[in-house]
Nanobody
Framework: QVQLVESGGGLVQAGGSLRLSCAAS????????MGWFRQAPGKEREFVAA????????HYADFVQGRFTISRADAKDTVYLQMNSLKPEDTAVYYC???????????????WGQGTQVTVSS
């Protein structure tokens, strides 16, 4: 059974930082590309960042603007999202997901975590 478990969310003031982690089990991690998505209340789920299975390719949403960094530790079956200079509009539930097809489209992701709440206060 595939499980993706996110952690690291919380409440932070604008300008602060958080590091999200996503631990995978039940799948061959090194053969999957990994992505982060987010969903704010009343909004659709949107792409945040993705990293290829060797870590050599990364993609970011335009709104990231150099503030976030996605990385992976294959020895730990874990993907990370370092978020700096957080803004109130970054408030959302953040999900990690796994795919065999590197993509910005959530429909291409086969496995999902339960999400972790990130709240940025102004």
């Amino acid at each position: 059974q595939v499980q993706l478990v996110e952690s690291g969310g919380g409440l932070v003031q604008a300008g602060g930082s958080l590091r999200l982690s996503c631990a995978a089990s039940g799948l061959t991690f090194i053969t999957h590309h990994m992505g982060w998505f987010r969903q704010a209340p009343g909004k659709e789920r949107e792409f945040v960042a993705a990293i290829s299975w060797l870590g050599g390719t990364t993609h970011y949403a335009d709104f990231v603007q150099g503030r976030f960094t996605i990385s992976r530790a294959d020895a730990k079956d874990t993907v990370y999202l370092q978020m700096n200079s957080l803004k109130p509009e970054d408030t959302a539930v953040y999900y990690c997901a796994a795919t065999k097809q590197l993509s910005r489209d959530y429909v291409n992701y086969n496995y999902w975590g339960q999400g972790t709440q990130v709240t940025v206060s102004s």
